[in-house]
C-alpha cells in the first residue's frame, strides 16, 4: 500500500519558518486533493491548506498569506513552506491525500491515505 513520509518539523522561534515534506512511496493515481492537516494539544483535526492536481489552493484562515502549499510531481512529494511561524500554529502536521478508488456510473468511491505526523513547536 502507499505510504506517506513527513519531514521538515521541528522547533523553531515565532517569526521563523520551515518546510514540510510529505513524500509517497509511490506515484497516487486519479487524485482528488492533496492536504495538510494539523492537530494541536486537546484540539480538534484541521485543514490547514489543500492543492488539487490543477493547482487550485485554498488555506484555513490563520495562516493565509503566511502557509503556501506546493507539489512537486516528477518526486511524489507534497510541500508545505510556513513563514512568520506564531506559538498558536504549534500542532502535529499530518500529510494527507484524497483520491478516487473507482467509478461507477455517476457513483465516485473515494480512499484516503495519512501521513505519520510531524511535530512543528513554535515557542521561544
Known amino acids: 500500500q502507499v505510504q506517506l513520509v513527513e519531514s521538515g518539523g521541528g522547533l523553531v522561534q515565532p517569526g521563523g519558518s520551515l518546510r514540510l515534506a510529505c513524500e509517497a512511496s509511490e506515484r497516487i493515481f486519479n487524485i482528488n486533493t492533496m492536504d495538510w492537516y494539523r492537530q494541536g494539544p486537546g484540539t480538534e483535526r484541521e485543514l490547514v491548506a489543500s492543492?488539487?492536481?490543477?493547482?487550485?489552493?485554498n488555506y484555513a484562515f490563520s495562516v493565509r498569506g503566511r502557509f503556501t502549499i506546493s507539489r512537486d510531481d516528477p518526486k511524489n512529494t507534497l510541500y508545505l513552506q510556513m513563514n512568520n511561524l506564531k506559538p498558536e500554529d504549534t500542532a502535529v502536521y499530518y500529510c494527507?491525500?484524497?483520491?478516487?478508488?473507482?467509478?461507477?456510473?455517476?457513483?465516485?468511491?473515494?480512499?484516503?491515505?495519512w501521513g505519520q505526523g510531524t511535530q512543528v513547536t513554535v515557542s521561544s
Open positions: 492543492i488539487t492536481p490543477g493547482g487550485t489552493t
Open positions: 494527507h491525500v484524497d483520491y478516487t478508488r473507482a467509478t461507477k456510473g455517476w457513483t465516485r468511491y473515494k480512499g484516503e491515505y
